[in-house]
């Protein structure tokens, strides 16, 4: 019997976070290379007054757990008000936001903020309602940019920022995990990566699984290949990286990125 795949995990959660425990139910083994962490923000007083003042709004809408936590935190663990309706990109989520007390939040098929946009266009009537955004530091605008054309009121607040750990720590922990195949969950990671250990050593990984296509995008642009689950959730990232995957694919795989990095621009 083969060992299991050694698959880096680049978000910094841990050997008992979410991803890690969706790879190990799939026989994967993963080991820790967390290549950013996250703060709270410089100036936190917008996201602790949009959290005194959620039962004012009319929506919540979110792209990631961090963000709901953020907002959580910022409300002393305080439930959700039952009138606010809410809406997340990606299904785990919408089940955070359940959990903090939403009731139905609103999600889109498939993973992104376009295709959440396509359902929040016609979900309300849009001039006048309040609606909260708390989001990364950096992270894109596209939501609030939308609602706004909607005629929403956006309160886009940041609820936290991602840093990079220096370039040295990420190559030591990479020589320490010994990967096999990687997990990159945001561009800001993929940057990060591909500065500490170089997108050669990427290449000739057995896989680089994205989460979201953005991710994969700037990984291209990097000059490495990656593979994107239908959805991004970690179950879907997880069953994709057991899939197998042959050398021919490998060869491919590898082709592609080369080709991208001699792309002209």
């Not at 290949?225 to 991004?232: S, T």
Request: aromatic letters at 4%; hydrophobic letters at 45%.
């Amino acid at each position: 019997m083969s060992l299991p795949r050694r698959v880096a995990v680049t978000r910094d959660e841990g050997l008992d976070g979410p991803l890690a425990e969706a790879l190990r139910r799939r026989g994967l083994e993963p080991v820790p290379c967390a290549v950013v962490r996250e703060a709270e923000p410089l100036d936190p007083e917008p996201l602790a007054r949009a959290a005194r003042e959620l039962e004012s709004f009319s929506w919540l809408v979110v792209a990631s757990q961090r963000a709901v936590a953020a907002l959580m935190e910022a409300r002393a663990r305080k439930p959700l008000p039952p009138s606010l309706r809410t809406a997340a990109a990606g299904a785990r989520t919408a089940a955070l936001l359940m959990e903090c007390g939403a009731s139905s939040p609103l999600t889109a098929a498939m993973p992104g903020a376009a295709p959440l946009i396509e359902i929040l266009r016609d979900a309300d009537r849009w001039p006048g309602r309040r609606v909260l955004i708390p989001r990364a530091l950096g992270g894109r605008l596209d939501l609030a940019w939308s609602l706004r054309r909607f005629g929403a009121r956006v309160d886009d607040v940041v609820a936290y920022r991602t840093l990079d750990r220096p370039p040295g720590e990420i190559a030591t922990a990479w020589q320490a995990a010994r990967p096999d195949a990687v997990v990159v969950a945001s561009p800001s990671a993929a940057r990060a990566l591909v500065r500490a250990v170089g997108a050669d050593t990427l290449c000739r990984l057995d896989r680089v699984t994205a989460i979201g296509t953005t991710t994969a995008t700037e990984l291209m642009a990097l000059g490495v290949h990656a593979d994107v689950p239908a959805r991004a959730d970690f179950e879907s990232v997880a069953d994709l990286m057991a899939a197998p995957n042959t050398p021919d694919d490998r060869e491919a795989d590898q082709a592609s990125a080369l080709t991208a990095t001699k792309a002209p621009s």
